[in-house]
């Protein structure tokens, strides 16, 4: 009897022992991986199972577990996981980031060297719905700054899907089941052509992930483990660029890519610094806003996806502010516009109000700014807007990027009926209550339109 009892505690001891052993395992793991992050303690090594110590930098999760060179770091569904190193096919005329450049990136992008993107920011990515889907030819929409972005590059996916190649114009049916090859060719596509333009037709640089850390942290620059190992690749021409792109597409489209930041990047080292400066005025010096928990884009940034230049405002030209100082407005038009509706784009204040540059497009494709919500618009006729004749009775096709969202809404929209003169005396409050924002965005290009929504209910 004895015995057993001595047998059942000794038994005891060693589960206890055992589950001891595992839960410090355990703990040693969550450990490395926040000391990875910087989260943690300093001690950024492990020890494997031969007793030697390895740094996180050469496991695959920051676990102590070696994984072969180039397989990334973090598993791509970390929170704020760090991108996995590019897969780069060349090397030729690329060269990595200096001090100097991570330090004039974050004076353009957040006016200082102390801020660094958020999460929402770090998750971002361009990733496409279901292929042979209602939505196949969308991205999915992320929340916050990002939001303006992706919805931006949405109208150049849709450039190229509709009216790229043959001339010839698409229905949206046709156009709404699109393969995977199809959207990575139009995600290639529009990404190089954004970045061609943005180099004023001349060169694009492109920036990738290495494994290689060339900056150190220093008292006036913080590193965020992901700006410090950037390569910059430059191309000289527009279909070099775009095949570029689409070789190494993953770095933009893969969860845990950080692929929206690297188009941002990608972006500002094609305008060049220099030319940044000359786009900007006294009333945009950096293109990134704080807010709650984050950043948002400055007009800026979204000029520069559309026209090529970071020009801060939205009206036409040049124009002198309240205190005669110069600011910069839109000065070509872009194949893709722009439309905004809202308190301040409602407001009479004439630098507020979008001019005919963005309001009137080469191509029937607008983003659309809805009270800070960002929206793509668009036509399937190339001509809508070529001919005046077009613009009686027409279809519009409008996708909102929220997730409830399962198919392009379809809008009629008639510019010749006279139902809106029942209401031509009511004020601004009545119309509001009236009608959908989205109707009241349509009406700042085709004032006294009527929109019909062909049987959806009326959202946004």
Same mark, same amino acid.
């Given at each position: 009897?004895?015995?057993?009892? @001595?047998?059942?505690?000794?038994? @005891?001891?060693?589960?206890?022992?055992?589950?001891?052993?595992?839960?410090?395992?355990?703990?040693?793991?969550?450990?490395?991986?926040?000391?990875?992050?910087?989260?943690?303690?300093?001690?950024? /090594?492990?020890?494997?199972?031969?007793?030697?110590?390895?740094?996180?930098?050469?496991?695959?999760?920051?676990?102590? /577990?070696?994984?072969?060179?180039?397989?990334?770091?973090?598993?791509?569904?970390?929170?704020?996981?760090?991108?996995?190193?590019?897969?780069?096919?060349?090397?030729?005329?690329?060269?990595?980031?200096?001090?100097?450049?991570?330090?004039?990136?974050?004076? %353009?992008?957040?006016?200082?060297?102390?801020?660094?993107?958020?999460?929402?920011?770090?998750?971002?990515?361009? $990733?496409?719905?279901?292929?042979? @889907?209602?939505?196949?030819?969308?991205?999915?929409?992320?929340?916050?700054?990002?939001?303006?972005?992706?919805?931006?590059?949405?109208?150049?996916? !849709?450039?190229?899907?509709?009216? /790229?190649?043959?001339?010839?114009? +698409?229905?949206?049916?046709?156009?709404?089941? !699109?393969?995977?090859?199809?959207?990575?060719?139009?995600?290639?596509?529009?990404?190089?052509? !954004?970045?061609?333009?943005?180099?004023?037709?001349?060169?694009?640089?492109?920036?990738?992930?290495?494994?290689?850390?060339?900056?150190?942290?220093?008292?006036?620059?913080?590193?965020?483990?992901?700006?410090?190992?950037?390569?910059?690749?430059?191309?000289?021409?527009?279909?070099?660029?775009?095949?570029? *792109?689409? =070789?190494?597409?993953? +770095?933009?489209?893969?969860?845990?890519?950080?692929?929206? %930041?690297?188009?941002?990047?990608?972006?500002?080292?094609?305008?060049?610094?220099? $030319?940044?400066?000359?786009?900007?005025?006294?009333?945009?010096?950096?293109?990134?806003?704080?807010?709650?928990?984050?950043?948002?884009?400055?007009?800026?940034?979204?000029?520069? *996806?559309?026209?090529? $230049?970071?020009?801060?405002?939205?009206?036409?030209?040049?124009?002198?502010?309240?205190?005669?100082?110069?600011?910069?407005?839109?000065?070509? $038009?872009?194949?893709?516009?722009?439309?905004?509706?809202?308190? =301040?784009?409602?407001?009479?204040?004439?630098?507020?109000?979008?001019?005919?540059?963005?309001?009137?497009?080469?191509?029937?494709?607008?983003?659309?700014?809805?009270?800070?919500?960002?929206?793509?618009?668009?036509?399937?006729?190339?001509?809508?807007?070529?001919?005046?004749?077009?613009?009686?009775?027409?279809?519009?096709?409008?996708?909102?990027?929220?997730?409830?969202?399962?198919?392009?809404?379809?809008?009629?929209?008639?510019?010749? @009926?006279?139902?809106?003169? &029942?209401?031509?005396?009511?004020?601004?409050? /009545?119309? &509001?209550?009236?009608?959908?924002?989205?109707?009241?965005?349509?009406?700042?290009?085709?004032?006294?339109?009527?929109?019909?929504?062909?049987?959806?209910?009326?959202?946004?």
């Amino acid at each position: 009897m004895n015995l057993e009892v @001595s047998n059942q505690e000794k038994s @005891s001891q060693g589960l206890d022992l055992e589950e001891i052993t595992r839960k410090i395992s355990f703990l040693d793991k969550w450990r490395e991986i926040f000391s990875y992050h910087g989260l943690g303690t300093n001690n950024t /090594t492990s020890q494997n199972h031969e007793g030697n110590y390895i740094s996180a930098d050469e496991t695959e999760d920051g676990t102590g /577990t070696p994984q072969p060179k180039g397989q990334g770091h973090l598993p791509s569904n970390s929170l704020c996981s760090i991108p996995k190193p590019s897969i780069i096919s060349s090397k030729s005329g690329s060269f990595p980031i200096s001090l100097e450049m991570a330090t004039k990136l974050r004076q %353009i992008l957040f006016g200082n060297t102390v801020h660094v993107f958020s999460c929402d920011w770090k998750k971002a990515h361009f $990733r496409f719905h279901e292929s042979f @889907s209602d939505l196949s030819f969308t991205l999915e929409i992320g929340k916050g700054g990002v939001q303006s972005i992706q919805m931006a590059v949405q109208g150049s996916i !849709i450039k190229h899907l509709l009216f /790229t190649g043959n001339g010839k114009d +698409c229905k949206c049916h046709s156009f709404c089941a !699109i393969s995977k090859q199809e959207q990575e060719q139009a995600l290639a596509s529009a990404l190089a052509g !954004i970045l061609w333009t943005a180099g004023a037709a001349q060169k694009a640089t492109v920036c990738l992930v290495t494994e290689n850390t060339y900056i150190a942290s220093t008292l006036d620059y913080s590193r965020d483990n992901f700006t410090e190992r950037l390569c910059l690749f430059e191309l000289l021409e527009k279909e070099s660029t775009e095949k570029f *792109i689409y =070789d190494h597409l993953p +770095c933009f489209k893969e969860e845990g890519s950080h692929g929206v %930041i690297l188009f941002l990047y990608s972006l500002i080292f094609s305008r060049t610094f220099e $030319r940044l400066q000359e786009d900007l005025d006294v009333s945009t010096t950096h293109l990134l806003q704080p807010t709650a928990g984050g950043f948002l884009c400055r007009q800026a940034v979204l000029n520069m *996806i559309l026209t090529g $230049r970071a020009s801060p405002n939205v009206f036409n030209g040049c124009q002198k502010g309240k205190t005669q100082e110069l600011l910069r407005g839109v000065l070509t $038009r872009s194949e893709v516009g722009y439309l905004q509706w809202g308190k =301040d784009a409602s407001a009479d204040d004439r630098l507020s109000q979008v001019g005919s540059m963005l309001k009137t497009p080469k191509l029937p494709i607008w983003l659309c700014n809805i009270n800070g919500n960002y929206s793509v618009l668009f036509s399937t006729n190339r001509q809508l807007l070529s001919d005046w004749k077009m613009e009686h009775l027409f279809d519009l096709f409008f996708y909102s990027g929220k997730p409830s969202q399962e198919k392009p809404v379809h809008l009629t929209v008639d510019t010749h @009926s006279h139902h809106w003169e &029942r209401g031509q005396h009511e004020d601004e409050h /009545t119309l &509001r209550r009236r009608h959908s924002p989205v109707e009241m965005v349509i009406r700042t290009k085709w004032r006294e339109a009527t929109i019909n929504w062909n049987g959806t209910v009326p959202f946004f």
